[in-house]
């Protein structure tokens, strides 16, 4: 029944996708943001998630590429769903993607997208669950300390030029506390921000991480929709 219930919605996500990137091509959400860069260092006494890439993260700082943005896009005045997609590089070369949006904290609103005017005091989670050994678990990032951000993507750009961006990482189970593993410090990145910026928790997730199969019917045909390059 899940599983039915996943494919429809994915299929109804998919449509809605596709019709919106015709009119808002090439990305149908989140088509204004602003990139950042800088490094994530994993806190030591961080508990077990289940997942080998945050659990093993201890003493290892990586290199991260992130993108904050409005998800409608609406203007700077009114709140927005916003993103935080966050790329995490490996010394081999390879990356992992993770995607986060403005939610709730506690259960059952970490389930809930919550539109924000800017990321001051804002939750960002993944909102469905990695498959890990020890089961589902979720990811959310927050300000720390909490910070008055400009909502605007220019003025946002000067703050974190005169003070990075401290973010905090964590991982729950769906229904228990967050257990924070990594502290991420981002400024402005020198790339401007384009359509060819593309992340892709699909194709590059968490090492260690699974998906499950009614998550992949959900996410999957609507991300390819609102990631695939009209041509004509």
């Avoid at 149908?28 to 006494?45: C, D, K, N, Y």
């Avoid at 993260?57 to 904050?68: N, Q, W």
């Avoid at 991982?171 to 228990?176: G, K, L, S, Y």
């Avoid at 924070?180 to 991480?209: I, M, N």
């Amino acid at each position: 029944m899940l599983a039915g219930l996943a494919q429809v919605a994915g299929s109804a996500l998919r449509g809605f996708f596709s019709l919106l990137r015709r009119v808002r091509h090439p990305r149908p959400i989140h088509s204004r943001g602003l990139v950042l860069t800088g490094q994530a260092t994993p806190i030591r006494e961080a508990g077990p998630s289940g997942i080998s890439w945050i659990d093993d993260l201890r003493g290892r700082p990586l290199e991260v590429t992130a993108r904050l943005s409005r998800g409608v896009g609406l203007p700077d005045e009114l709140p927005d769903v916003l993103g935080l997609a966050l790329r995490f590089h490996a010394d081999d070369g390879r990356h992992a993607d993770v995607l986060l949006a403005s939610t709730g904290t506690g259960f059952p609103f970490r389930f809930v997208l919550v539109p924000r005017r800017s990321a001051t005091g804002t939750t960002f989670g993944s909102l469905l669950p990695y498959r890990s050994p020890r089961g589902p678990v979720l990811i959310c990032a927050r300000s720390v300390p909490s910070r008055v951000l400009p909502a605007e993507l220019g003025a946002l750009r000067r703050s974190l030029e005169e003070q990075p961006w401290r973010v905090r990482l964590y991982h729950a189970a769906p229904t228990r506390v967050w257990r924070p593993f990594a502290q991420v410090l981002l400024r402005p990145a020198a790339e401007v921000d384009s359509a060819e910026l593309r992340f892709d928790p699909v194709g590059h997730p968490l090492p260690g991480s699974t998906t499950y199969p009614w998550v992949r019917r959900v996410r999957e045909p609507s991300y390819r929709a609102a990631q695939r390059v009209i041509s004509e």
